[in-house]
Each structure stands twice: as structure tokens, then as C-alpha cells.
């Protein structure tokens, strides 16, 4: 975050974007194989790896230095959890419907 | 004690410290944890429709598939490109504020808007698609005779597949709503830009404008997958 040499944010940035081109031409590659039940998983590990590294880098949630924040990010991706997990456990495991 | 109290509250002839902050920093975290707070009610936002979606997703499993494979994954996969690079952009402007570099600010400001527009004007050719098909929910919806992917001879039942149109419509929607939103704030740091109101000191309007920018990003990311890239597969 600080400016310890000039030239290393601008690295950092522009392998990220170059890993998220990638990412995107993986995942839709990759969409086209068949993997039975594991093709939404890899098509969600690659999604969420993009959103990490967009997070992490372009947001500087790597290197951030306030608690605060670190709380209020850790607290939606759990309330986020909530939602998704507990929505799921009722609707996932209806038989008879 | 005056000394020490004169140094935290004093009046500083830095105009962009205002005088309820102790230090730039503490003003500069204070704006950004505003913003990430506003992210948090965001993704609880989207939170919801992407449950939504999951739900139906599991019920109609194969109808989803179907309707997934009419949208043009090709064109999807383009506009992810074209956010990925909009977010670079919007960092090096941003790089280029914090080294004093107001041209490189205002070109990579533009940029930005640029492939922000360019993403609406995709998004805008597939949606015009979806009309032509007669996919959009409503009186004139028709999806008769679509095979459920993996399942020959098995129809998709058009019922399922206008409710997977309903959710693509609206969380597709209300992504190039947020785009459109994000348009308009580049807009006025543009201005802002323009008129050298951004320096390495102080240029925190661009950085929590580009958060945003970064957040929209990140719900295309995961929209991407889950409506245009399902059963893609022969």
C-alpha cells in the first residue's frame, strides 16, 4: 500500500488482469467438456478465484491494514453463507417436491 | 497540552482535511469503510436473486440448461473481457492520481467509460436476440420443442424455462443498471479530474468510486458462469 518502489503496483495489476483473461477463457472452455455434477463447481472455483483476485488486488483488501473493514467483508460473505446455506438446507432436502 | 491539542484539531491549511478527522488516513479509511459497508448491503442485494436462482436451478434442473444454452455465450464471455479490462483501467487511473500523472488519470477515466459503454452495447445486442426469439417472459413468451441438454427427444417445459428468462432478464438487468449507475459516477470524477481536483495527496473519491466499479466486476463474474455457461457441454 505504501510506496515502497513505484513500478511494483503497476506489475501486480497487470498480472492480475492477465490472470483474469485467462480465468475467463478457462471457464468457458471448460464449460464445454463434460464433467457431470463437478461442472458447476469448477465453473464456481474459477469464478470465485476471479472475484478473489479482483478483491484482493484491484480493492487492496491484501494489505489493508484497518480491522474494521476486514469485519465488515468476513461479515457479509458469512451473512452471505446464511442466506445461501440455510435457504438451501430447507429447499435441498424437500423429497417430496 | 494546547501543542498537542493544536496538532489533532488544529486548522490545517490542507483544505482536504476536513476538521472532524484526526489525520488524512483516518479520513481516507472512514470513506472507504463507508463504501465497503454499502458493498456488504449490495451483495445481500444480489444475494437474494442469486439464492433465488439456486433454488429454481434445482428444481428445474434440465430446463435451466436448455434456456441457458439459447443466450449467446460468446457474446457473454466478450463482455466479461470487457469489464476485466475496465477494472485495470480504472486501477491505473488511480495509480496514475497517486504519481501525479493528470493526463494518464483522465485517458484511463475515459477508457473506462468506454468499455462500461461498450458492455451496455452488448448487453443491448443480446437482449435485442432474446426479444427476437420471443424470450422474454411475458404474452408473447414461446420455448416449444427445446431438448433438455443430455436428455434427447426430452422437451424442456416452457413454464421452467420462462422462469429461468425472468431471473437472466432480471439479474442481467439490474447488473446494467448498476453499470449505468457506475457511468454516471465516472462521469463526475471525470469532471472532477478535469478540473485537478485529484492529487497524490488526496484522490479518495477515485478509489472508492473504482470499489464500486470492482464490485459490479465481481457480480458479472459470477453471473457469467451461472447463466450463460450452464450445460454448455455437447
Request: a neutral charge; charged letters at 15%.
Amino acid at each position: 500500500m505504501s510506496d515502497h518502489s513505484k513500478s511494483s503496483p503497476l506489475k501486480s495489476y497487470f498480472s492480475v488482469w492477465i490472470a483474469l483473461l485467462v480465468g475467463t477463457f478457462l471457464t468457458y472452455e471448460v464449460a464445454k467438456i463434460d464433467l457431470g455434477v463437478f461442472n458447476s463447481a469448477v465453473a464456481l472455483i474459477i469464478a470465485t478465484t476471479k472475484a478473489l483476485l479482483v478483491a484482493m488486488f484491484f480493492m487492496h483488501l491484501k494489505g489493508a491494514s484497518e480491522r474494521l473493514l476486514k469485519l465488515v467483508v468476513i461479515s457479509t460473505i458469512f451473512f452471505l453463507f446464511i442466506l445461501l446455506a440455510l435457504s438451501m438446507a430447507d429447499y435441498g432436502t424437500r423429497p417430496w417436491s | 497540552m494546547s501543542d498537542s491539542y493544536v496538532a489533532v484539531h488544529g486548522e490545517t491549511n490542507d483544505p482536504a482535511l476536513r476538521h472532524h478527522f484526526a489525520t488524512e488516513e483516518q479520513q481516507r479509511n472512514a470513506s472507504s469503510l463507508g463504501m465497503w459497508i454499502f458493498l456488504g448491503t449490495e451483495v445481500m442485494f444480489f444475494g437474494g436473486l442469486f439464492c433465488a436462482y439456486l433454488i429454481y436451478r434445482h428444481w428445474y434442473f434440465g430446463d435451466f440448461g436448455a434456456a441457458s444454452k439459447s443466450i449467446d455465450a460468446a457474446l457473454g464471455g466478450t463482455n466479461t473481457a470487457v469489464l476485466i479490462c475496465s477494472s485495470l483501467t480504472v486501477v491505473l487511473a488511480i495509480w496514475a492520481a497517486q504519481t501525479a500523472q493528470r493526463t494518464l488519470m483522465i485517458a484511463m477515466l475515459i477508457l473506462t467509460m468506454l468499455f462500461g459503454l461498450a458492455f451496455l452495447g452488448i448487453k443491448g445486442k443480446e437482449y435485442k436476440d432474446k426479444f427476437d426469439e420471443h424470450h422474454v417472459p411475458g404474452a408473447s413468451f414461446s420455448f416449444e420443442h427445446e431438448e433438455i441438454p443430455g436428455h434427447p427427444g426430452q422437451y424442456a417445459n416452457p413454464r421452467h424455462a420462462e422462469i429461468f428468462f425472468a431471473l437472466y432478464f432480471i439479474m442481467t438487468g439490474l447488473h446494467a443498471l448498476h453499470m449505468i449507475v457506475g457511468l454516471g459516477i465516472f462521469t463526475w470524477l471525470l469532471i472532477m479530474a478535469w478540473k485537478g481536483r485529484f492529487t497524490p495527496h488526496y484522490h479518495t473519491p477515485l478509489e472508492i468510486g473504482g470499489l464500486y466499479w470492482h464490485f459490479v466486476d465481481i457480480v458479472w463474474i459470477y453471473l457469467f458462469p451461472l447463466l450463460y455457461l450452464i450445460d454448455r457441454h455437447p
